[in-house]
């Protein structure tokens, strides 16, 4: 599968984004799809992740919950990242990732090494 990340921009502190990820090929449902970031002289590091067949199973790292959203629209084979009231810490470059090592009570993992295709990358900067 080929995963296609878009929506990056410069933001203000306070403003929001919506980042977008388009995913090519077969089987998208099957997927547990994911957002990771990588600032500057950081690591990739897991921002959200949503399970391959429950849409309310989502998880988000500590920095990021309660201001990003994931959410996917399975017909539009995309995923979606919302991101409100940003932080000049938010000022990275966006992937999204998608796992299909899926199956009926696989686990919905957290760590690079378990996402199986990246996008490109889309680059958010927020100002202060």
């Known amino acids: 599968v080929q995963l296609q990340a878009s929506g990056g921009g410069v933001v203000q502190a306070g403003g929001n984004l919506s980042l977008s990820c388009v995913a090519s090929?077969?089987?998208?449902?099957?997927?547990?799809m994911a957002w990771f970031r990588q600032g500057l002289s950081s690591e990739r590091e897991f921002v959200a992740a949503?399970?391959?067949?429950?849409?309310?199973?989502?998880v988000y790292s500590d920095s990021v919950e309660g201001r990003l959203t994931i959410s996917r629209d399975v017909a539009k084979h995309s995923v979606y990242l919302q991101m409100n009231s940003l932080k000049p810490e938010d000022t990275a470059v966006y992937f999204c990732?998608?796992?299909?090592?899926?199956?009926?009570?696989?686990?919905?993992?957290?760590?690079?090494?378990?996402?199986?295709?990246w996008g490109q990358g889309t680059q958010v900067t927020v100002s202060s």
């Open positions: 990732a998608a796992d299909g090592n899926t199956y009926e009570g696989s686990e919905l993992k957290f760590t690079r090494e378990a996402y199986d295709y």
């Open positions: 090929g077969r089987n998208f449902a099957t997927y547990n």
């Open positions: 949503m399970y391959w067949s429950d849409d309310d199973t989502v």
